[in-house]
């Protein structure tokens, strides 16, 4: 440890509550030399000591990794990313699974490991990093996972869009690319209850899928029977894939990228036969422009937008944004309809998201009734001292 962080006073109060961030702004003075990734440590104004984290330039200057003094070594990674397995063992996902084959391993701090995110599909875990800190521990981390996880035999780095963009790296090192073996199979796949889904290390988003919304897709169908549904920011198709195997009527997926319709289709005919496909449409639209013309049409919508908000700066926009796309929905949706709406913004904490949805439907002057409140599944657990990682919210709604 070459440095050490000192508080301003009374700023570690949330630290004392094991809560994992340090904001610049808490920050008095800095002993020591230090770059950014390195591993400090974090003191009171008094000089107790308080944690020990990765220092990272920008509004969160650190993210614990650990409250106890104690070496943050090989060992460390090791317990960390066994403790994250045997969570996931217990949830029963994933690997020994026919059905499945695709979990979350590592949800950043919901699993101690602020900065870090591991995705499983099958044997090729996907690591990606949001600290320089993670960054500079790839290696290791992509170690252990091979030593500890039966699964895993590959390991695929995709941080270049995740990493600080004004961080002191390399850009030979911001390369995504195999750190560990090459997965042998041509076109991937994810494999959830049953269906599959081509997945992009390369391009896609994410780590390539969605996972969070596994167990919500499974809701979906249930409720798909006879229904014409419209899967609104389809990416890979999932919601619609789960819509028609539940036997939905028709199904509309819309994406503003063509590249998502291409792959949404690609998975619909991946999961079913030719007669099934033809009750099955993908559309490359804008979806705001989409919600204005569908008076009537639809009795089941999703809507399961980008993050509105990445940054809490951002926050009264994203309200908006999600207000008036509610807001279309409920106006255009079939009476009797279902809408699944969504928001993945962690800037955006539940009552203020279905407070966005309240005056949606007040707007649309329908009478609309909470069905289901939806989060994330077990594989992204939430750490209850970082509120922030609740980031999944969503209501299943009834409109007369
Ligand atoms: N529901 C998906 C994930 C959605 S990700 C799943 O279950 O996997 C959000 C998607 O919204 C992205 O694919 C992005 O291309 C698309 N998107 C972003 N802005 C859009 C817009 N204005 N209109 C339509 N699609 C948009």
Redesign the pocket.
Known sequence: MNATIYLHKGKEESLLRFHPWVFSGAVKRIEGDIREGDLVEVCSSKGDFLGLGHYQIGSIAVRILSFQAREIDRHFWKEKIINAWHCRQSLRIGSGNADSNTMRLIHGEGDGLPGLIVDLYGDTAVLQAHSVGMHRERHTIAELLCETIPPIRNVYYKSETTLPFKADIPDTEREDGYLIGRCETTEPTATENGLRFRIDWLRG?KTG??ID?REN?SLLEHYANGKDVL?????????SCYALRGGARLVHS????AK?VELVNRNVALNFDEETQKRHQAFA????K?LENIKDKYDLI?L???AFAKHRSALRNALQGYRKINARAFEQIRPGGILFT?SCSQAVNREQFRLAVFSAAAISKRHVRILHQLTQPADHPINIYHPEGEYLKGLVLQVE
Do not use: E, K
Request: proline share 7%.
């Open positions: 988003q899928f969605f919304q897709r899967n609104m920011f389809c990416y890979t198709g999932g919601f819309v994406d503003s990228s998502a639209a804008d979806a705001f989409f999703i399961d937008p980008p969504f």
